[in-house]
């Protein structure tokens, strides 16, 4: 199966469990890291973005780049490499496209990068080899960047993150799962591109989740 039939048939079905229902009992019970982790980047981006471009990677459904939207950026570009993704969000922020968003279909390291001040990704680097994770740093090319990653770390929360997804369709997509790492491996793939100095935020509401970003965030 290649990546973009991988994602063509896992993103709405996977973004419609992962988000907040309204009035949905599970939601308000149990934590949802990926909720958090729209939430926390749109906190960390929305205040640096007024009047400023932004490009996401594997922007999914868009609802990153909905949230921006209040903002006031001057433009909001999605890049995903599932054209159902890249289609369901255009039908979910029709009211924004043309004026201040749009969506393009393409793989994220290979498509040339429409010019911005800003360049994030939620959950690529989980994705990417590390030889990928250099190229992502090279094509920033100086651009501030958040993204987020699966932080390699000895817990229970890790472990059976790791055999959910293996069970779930990792055996179905010979071994097509995310990638975990640690910190020092994400800085050292920055450092040779001009990224001397990449910054690290963990929340116990993200789980073992974890943002790489270009800049301080107080």
């Known amino acids: 199966m290649s990546i973009e039939k991988f994602w063509d048939q896992k993103l709405e079905r996977w973004d419609n469990k992962s988000y907040p229902r309204p009035g949905s009992l599970r939601d308000l019970i149990l934590p949802n890291p990926i909720a958090h982790r729209l939430n926390w980047a749109a906190n960390a981006l929305g205040p640096r973005v007024s009047g400023k471009s932004v490009l996401e990677l594997g922007c999914g459904s868009g609802r990153l780049l909905g949230e921006l939207v209040g903002f006031h950026p001057s433009s909001l570009i999605g890049i995903d490499i599932s054209g159902e993704a890249v289609d369901l969000a255009k039908i979910r922020q029709q009211q924004h496209l043309e004026t201040q968003m749009r969506f393009l279909k393409g793989d994220a390291l290979e498509v040339d990068w429409p010019a911005s001040d800003f ?3 939620l959950g690529l680097i989980d994705w990417l080899d590390h030889s990928e994770i250099q190229k992502f740093f ?3 090319n ?6 987020s990653f699966s932080e390699m770390r000895f817990s229970p929360q890790v472990f059976f993150h790791r055999a959910l997804v293996f069970l779930s369709y990792g055996y179905k ?3 097509y799962v995310p990638r975990y790492y640690d910190a020092n491996q994400i800085a050292e793939c ?4 001009g990224f001397e100095s990449v910054y690290f935020f963990r929340d116990k509401n993200l789980a073992f989740g974890t943002f790489a970003t270009s800049f301080e965030i107080e």
């Open 119 to 121: 360049v994030c990704g």
């Open 173 to 175: 997509s010979r071994g």
């Open 142 to 147: 100086g651009r501030d960047f958040i993204v």
């Open 138 to 140: 090279a094509k920033c």
């Open 190 to 193: 920055a450092k040779p591109y």
